[in-house]
């Protein structure tokens, strides 16, 4: 038995016979908590030097330091400390890993002990460069097909909403847009323009894996106005004709 009974002599001379419980002397308390649920992670990309913010979504987060529940993430077999925002949402910065590094699962755990498998991936790329797009002018009106050449482009269309071209005024207070990226290979992108551009508009034009972070490059694409009228509306079919856009000025030869 844990419980043993003992005398005690005092110094008058008299004894008196006590029990001692070493359960009750030692005992120690243990925290059982719900097993929390994760719904959403996101983004699932970012450069392998880390530091990337990673928000996660779902249900019963919490923490509690007086039984060393502090949320955690583990990226691969890297755990980093999460940010505890409320008992649906935390937020965790990617580490540093090797370069080579590529998809890794993504955990989530409260104790730092038990993990659970969120189904979810993470994966590190190298950071990408664009050495040049073509053609580097087009119409307003958006749909132009751009090619995008480089190095160290990462397939992720898995998540079209995070793999993105990102077209920003150069020299106008216009909001930033932002069209789907496709992967050709890993040193060709293509992207398409988006419309609403007034003319002479010009914008940079870069990538961004996860929606957040984007690369950043000197090439510019220009946008013209889309022609209204033009003169003369004929012609012999031999050709020869010189037509004249009167909304952009442009001469054209046929």
């Given at each position: 038995t844990f419980a043993k009974k003992y005398n005690v002599t005092f110094?008058?001379?008299?004894t008196d016979q006590r029990v001692?419980?070493?359960l009750q002397e030692h005992k120690t308390e243990f925290f059982y908590y719900k097993q929390p649920v994760v719904k959403r992670?996101?983004?699932h990309s970012g450069l392998y030097t880390g530091g990337t913010r990673v928000e996660i979504e779902g249900a019963f987060f919490f923490q509690n330091t007086a039984f060393n529940c502090i949320p955690k993430c583990k990226f691969g077999d890297q755990v980093v400390d999460a940010e505890y925002l409320s008992t649906v949402r935390i937020i965790c910065k990617t580490p540093r890993v090797p370069a080579n590094a590529s998809k890794v699962p993504v955990e989530v755990s409260m104790n730092g002990i038990d993990y659970i498998k969120t189904g979810q991936y993470f994966t590190f790329v190298t950071n990408p460069t664009i050495s040049s797009i073509s053609p580097t002018s087009g119409p307003g009106?958006?749909?132009t097909l751009v090619t995008?050449?480089?190095d160290n482009f990462t397939n992720l269309s898995e998540y079209p909403?995070?793999?993105i071209c990102v077209w920003k005024s150069i020299y106008n207070d216009i909001p930033v847009k932002t069209t789907p990226a496709s992967y050709k290979n890993s040193t060709t992108i293509l992207c398409i323009t988006p419309g609403g551009w007034g003319n002479g508009t010009t914008v940079s034009v870069e990538i961004s894996y996860n929606g957040f972070d984007t690369t950043t490059s000197n090439n510019t694409f220009r946008f013209s106005g889309v022609t209204?009228?033009?003169?003369p509306l004929s012609g012999p079919a031999v050709g020869g004709n010189t037509l004249t856009n009167h909304n952009s000025l442009i001469l054209s030869l046929i």
């Open positions: 110094t008058n001379g008299t001692y419980d070493y992670v996101q983004p009106t958006g749909g995008l050449k480089g909403e995070e793999f209204s009228k033009i003169t």
